[in-house]
Each structure stands twice: as structure tokens, then as C-alpha cells.
């Protein structure tokens, strides 16, 4: 049986300096040990909704809200951020906003959260010789956080969340100052975070890792979501393009090669389901008897 660890239940949600609503009637469940995926264009209201998740929204920002959001049982508006991220750890879509900088190295910034939680130093240390070689930091444990660059940073960022051991983590872009292997290696921590029972909810505008990694997808437009379930389902929707969104490449290229109605599914999402559909077919093809 799966346990619901996120509801959010008709939330609504306006800045206060704003006069339009950033999350509109939002309602969804996330099972304990999904792969969630965010998409929508920009603006559409995915980190107001990760704000919401863990709390800082409505505990940090000022505005107005409507409807309700539990996280493992915890209704996030009566509990204190700092509680609440014992539970679930975000890695904000700015990785400079992630760091506290009063730490003068990048180890005493991973330190930061244990300290607070009252992590004895053994543990501590251990735990930053542990995340540092995971996420390949090491070089960097001494360093000044303010020396460190973008991608850097955003390594340095994402160690400090995981660090903390979440039940759920929320990955807003995480990987906006990486380049394509950095970005590959990331993906590959948190798809193994995952594996091993983490929770995980991912703004994404990669939509070939979409595909890949999420059990389920939503879409947000204007703040409301518009279309939501399995990568198929949604990248699939004939509404899709009416929502910004495109499907994965590899939907694209299968759908042109493979004539419609050829087979009974005649798309792929991901390279290896495209890989393995293209080299059927045109084995199909290479040994099909000619026509008379
Ligand atoms: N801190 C903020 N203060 C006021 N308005 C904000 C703030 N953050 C986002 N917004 C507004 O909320 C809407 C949704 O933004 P956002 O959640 O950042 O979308 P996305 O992450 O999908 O790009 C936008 O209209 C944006 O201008
Ligand atoms: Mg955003």
C-alpha cells in the first residue's frame, strides 16, 4: 500500500504586492517513494509551489492563501519552517540563495544545518567527508563559499540539502549552473536518492529527463494545473503545445519515422525505448517479404 506523504489540498496562493494569484486551486498527491516532475513555462507558478511545500510559503513570504498542504501528516502553515525541514529539503532554483555565507569554508556551510539539529561532531564530520565525495566537493571543503563558482556553487548547494537527509527533496532547476556531464551526474545522485525510498519532486525544463526519471508529471500554467500522471499521459495530450510544453525529442523522431498505426504504440519517450522501437521496426522492415 502507498502512503500519501504530500497533500495539497485547493491551495491558492497570492504575493502580496501582486495582483495576480501565482497558485490557483492547486491539488495533488505525492506518494511516499514518487519521482514527481514540475513542468510549465516560466511563470506558470512551479517555485511558488515548491516555496508551499516546504513551508515558507505562507511562514516566510508575505500573502494570501487559500486551502491546505500536509507534509507527512504536518499541516505546513502550523508548523515552523525549521520543523518542517526535517521532513522535506528544498534546493532553491537560485543556488546562490541556498548558502548561508556566514560559514568562511564550504565544509563549515555543510555543517551549518547538522549543527543546528545538534549532530555530534564525529557524526558531522563523517557525514561531510561522506556528501563531499558523492557529490564531488572534496576539492572544495576548504574553500570560501563566496570563491566557489556557479556550478560550484550549485554542488556545494545541493550537498547541503541532501546532507540533512530528507524523507522528500524538492529540486527546483537544480542543475541551471552545470554543464551537460555535471548535469548527468547529478541526475544520476538523485535517480539513486530515489531508488533508495527518497521522495523526490523536480522542477525540470529537460523534458528528455522528464521522461526518464518522473513516475508522474504536472503541468502548471497560470498557476493552476492543467494536465497531470504518467510521462505518457501527459506527453501524449493533444493539449500539451496549448500549454508551452513540448514532448521529449524522442516522441518527435519515433513518431516520424514510424508510420501511424504501424504498431500499436508507435512512439517513445526515452533513448532506450526509442533505441529499442527503431532497431524492431527496421529489422521488421529489412526482412519483410516483398510485395507482389
Ligand atoms: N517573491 C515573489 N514576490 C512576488 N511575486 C512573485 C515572487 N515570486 C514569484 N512571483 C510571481 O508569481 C508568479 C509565479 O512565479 P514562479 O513561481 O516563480 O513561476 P515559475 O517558477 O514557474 O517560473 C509570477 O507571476 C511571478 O512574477
Ligand atoms: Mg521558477
Known sequence: MTSTLIQ??????????????????????VAAGEFVAMIGANGSGKSTLCNALVGLIPNYFVGYSEGRITVDGKDTASVSVG???????????????????????????????????????????SKIKKIAELMQIDELLDKNPLELSGGQVQRVALASAIILEPKILVLDECTTQLDPIGSEQIMDIIKKLNESGITIVMVDHDMERVA?????????????????????????????????VSPPDYYEITKNVIQ?????????????????????????????????
Not at 537560485?94 to 543546528?116: H, K, M, R, W
Not at 498557476?223 to 496549448?242: D, R, Y
Request: with cysteine; hydrophobic share 35%; charged share 20%.
Open 8 to 29: 495539497v489540498s485547493h491551495f491558492s496562493y497570492r504575493y502580496n504586492q501582486e495582483s495576480e494569484v501565482a497558485l490557483k486551486n492547486v491539488h495533488l498527491e
Open 83 to 125: 520543523e518542517l525541514s526535517q521532513t522535506i529539503g528544498l534546493v532553491f532554483q537560485n543556488p546562490f540563495n541556498q548558502l548561508s555565507y556566514t560559514a568562511d569554508t564550504v565544509a563549515e556551510e555543510l555543517a551549518y544545518g547538522l549543527g543546528n539539529r545538534g549532530v555530534p561532531r564525529d557524526e558531522m564530520f
Open 212 to 244: 526518464e526519471l518522473a513516475d508522474k508529471v504536472y503541468v502548471l500554467q497560470h498557476g493552476s494545473i492543467v494536465l497531470g500522471g504518467t510521462p505518457e499521459e501527459v506527453f501524449c495530450s493533444p493539449q500539451l503545445a496549448e500549454f508551452s
Open 260 to 292: 501511424p498505426g504501424y504498431r500499436e504504440k508507435d512512439f517513445a519517450l526515452t533513448e532506450s525505448q526509442a533505441i529499442a522501437l527503431l532497431q524492431e521496426v527496421l529489422y521488421e522492415d529489412r526482412n519483410q517479404e516483398p510485395q507482389a
